[in-house]
């Protein structure tokens, strides 16, 4: 298989589910465990409006299956569905991602969950969001965090994730 890329950083070792056009990856900066990304294979997507039909169809199916699995997995109550599409949401990395973010009862963070998601995001980025908004609205260009800014887990611990996730989703897939 061809490599897999979250805009320009290399991801193999984060990917646990791949389909046609979509792939589930392990989140390098979770909320909490569990809370896991699912993005087109293709880099040049930016806003969830360039999905083509047919990625489109198979990016809401992954979503689905990936939903499932997590609830299941993780034992959650609940699912935080979440795209910020374009830097003016919070949007950080400029290739289309939805945030799953397995949710509880007794959590405690109710819609502060959005705030922790916009913090995780932008948050130790060099450049800050109101910079990065100023600057899509003078530019019509969108600004990435630089390499710089992102406080990633260790390859290691992002890769036997997604081993665990991989081997977990295939079990439940099987049943």
């Known amino acids: 298989m061809s490599d897999v890329y979250f805009y320009k950083y290399l991801v193999n ?6 389909s046609k056009y979509t792939y589930a990856l392990v989140n390098i900066k979770p909320l909490v465990p569990g809370h896991v990304l699912v993005v087109p294979l293709r880099t040049s997507i930016l ?3 360039d999905l083509s039909v047919e990625e489109s169809q198979d990016y809401m199916s992954t979503l689905q299956l990936i939903h499932k699995f997590i609830i299941h997995l993780y034992n959650a109550d609940s699912l935080n569905i979440a795209i910020q599409d374009g830097p003016e949401s919070g949007q950080s990395i400029p ?6 973010i397995p949710r ?13 998601l916009d913090r995780l995001d932008l948050n130790n980025t060099l450049i800050d969001f109101f910079e990065r908004q100023q600057s899509y609205q003078k530019t019509g260009g ?3 965090v630089p390499d ?3 406080s990633p887990r260790s390859d290691e611990v992002l890769s036997n994730e997604a081993i665990w996730l991989k081997d977990e989703l295939e079990k439940y897939m099987n049943q």
């Open 13 to 18: 070792h984060q990917v646990f589910f791949r």
């Open 47 to 49: 806003r969830f409006a």
């Open 95 to 100: 290739h289309l991602h939805t945030h799953l």
């Open 104 to 116: 509880y009862k007794t959590d405690g963070f109710g819609d502060g969950i959005y705030e922790k």
């Open 142 to 144: 969108f600004q990435p």
């Open 148 to 150: 710089e800014g992102r």
